[in-house]
């Protein structure tokens, strides 16, 4: 008994880690094959890098709590049968086929992101729903403690600028919406203010008023994440006292009317 007690103490001196519950909830009316890549050094979640998920179902796994430079995206219209990865699905396709490549394995623009970056030793969690990378599906990120909720729950294809809207499915629906940036609108993507790159490459230099188009993500998504330096929106990255130990969900099609 004494060296129970004992064993507990330490326990409790050293701070354990204490997992988190993820649940990943497919609302679309439709498959989705959602994703997930952990940034390089850090613990990955215990679970795949990538499954079908059917319409309305949902799975939970558990992320270590220092889970950072996390996200977790939607692929749509995928068939991994085709070799090519680029093209295996109509977006958000990763190296790697059904599950991604845990060393590159990142989502094909245009792809909506739920990124996490846990905290640790009384750091928050930062969490956000980023459209830097364009969109292709509605996402929200909900958690068990009361936090904000970060989301994009609308669907941007439809009314997508020209010159941004795309690709399309086989029917002829937009699936996504590109970023500025990936359009390469600008023409120069090493010297852009659509990119914030080049002598665009801080805060200072890099307005979001200098961001062709992105008062149409940001108007239609205020809650997320819209352009590189979005943070001084005050809406865009969110955060998470760490000792609440939050569980998240990430929702796709939050609003399943809207897709
Ligand atoms: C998937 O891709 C393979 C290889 O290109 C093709 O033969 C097959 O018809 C595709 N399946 C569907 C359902 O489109």
Redesign the pocket.
């Known amino acids: 008994m004494k060296g129970y007690i004992a064993t507990v103490s330490l326990a409790l001196a050293v701070g354990v880690a204490a997992d988190r519950t993820f649940t990943v909830y497919n609302g679309c009316p439709f498959t989705i094959w959602p994703a997930i890549f952990t940034g390089a050094g850090t613990s990955m979640p215990d679970y795949a890098t990538g499954w079908e998920a059917a319409e309305y179902t949902s799975v939970s796994f558990s992320v270590p709590d220092d889970w950072t430079a996390g996200r977790i995206w939607g692929r749509r219209d995928c ?1 991994f ?3 090519n990865p680029a093209t295996q699905c109509a977006d958000g396709g990763c190296n790697g086929g059904l599950e991604c490549d845990t060393d590159g394995g990142t989502g094909i623009p245009p792809a909506t992101l739920a990124e996490f970056t846990l905290g640790q030793n009384g750091d928050p969690d930062y969490y956000d729903v980023s459209l830097v990378d364009g969109y292709n599906l509605p996402v929200a990120i909900t958690n068990t403690v009361g936090c904000g909720v970060a989301d994009c729950p609308v669907d941007l294809g439809p009314d997508c600028p020209a010159a941004l809207i795309g690709p399309y499915d086989s029917s002829g629906f937009p699936v996504g919406c590109k970023s500025a940036c990936e359009a390469d609108l600008d023409g120069d993507p090493t010297n852009s203010p659509n990119c914030c790159t080049g002598d665009y490459d801080t805060a200072a230099t890099c307005p979001s008023s200098g961001v062709e188009y992105y008062s149409y993500f940001k108007d239609n998504c205020p809650n997320s994440y819209c352009y590189a330096y979005d943070e001084s929106s005050g809406t865009a990255l969110w955060e998470c006292a760490s000792d609440l130990a939050a569980d998240y969900t990430i929702t796709f099609c939050p609003s399943s009317s809207e897709v």
Do not use: A, R, V
Request: glycine share 0%.
């Open positions: 068939n049968s085709i070799s």
